[in-house]
C-alpha cells in the first residue's frame, strides 16, 4: 500500500469523525448521562462542583459511549468503502481512544475490499 492510501485513509477518519462521531457520540452520551441520573454539564466550570466518584461515573459513560460510536461508524463507513472501491486504507489517529475505531475502519475497509473481489 502506497501512501497516498494512507493519507486517503486518515483524511476520512478524520472527516467521519468531524461529521459523525462527534455530533453521534455527544447526542447519545446526554442520553445515557439523563438515563443514569447523572449530571449534565452546560458549563465546563460545573465540574468543580462535583464529588470525585460522580466525576469518575461520568467520564466513564462519556467514554464507552464514544468508544462504541466510533467503532460503529467507522467500521460501518471502512466496509462500505471497501465494498465500493475495492480497496482497503488505512488511517491514523492521535487520540488513544480513537484506536479502536481506527482499527475497524480498517479491518472493515480490508474485509469489504475483499469482498468486492471475491464478488466480481
Known sequence: ?????????TGIL????????HPLSAFWILRK??????PVLKDPKEIENIDEQTKKKINMVASKTYII??????????FLIG???????????WEPKGWPGMIMFILSSIFGSLLRSSIT
Do not use: R
Request: glycine share 14%.
Open 1 to 9: 500500500m502506497d501512501i497516498m492510501g494512507w493519507v486517503i485513509g
Open 33 to 38: 448521562l439523563k438515563d443514569a441520573d447523572l
Open 69 to 78: 460510536t466510533d467503532v460503529l461508524v467507522l467500521g460501518t463507513a471502512g
Open 83 to 93: 465494498l465500493i472501491s475495492g480497496f482497503f486504507f488505512i488511517g491514523f489517529s
Open 14 to 21: 478524520w472527516f467521519l469523525k468531524i461529521v459523525a462521531v
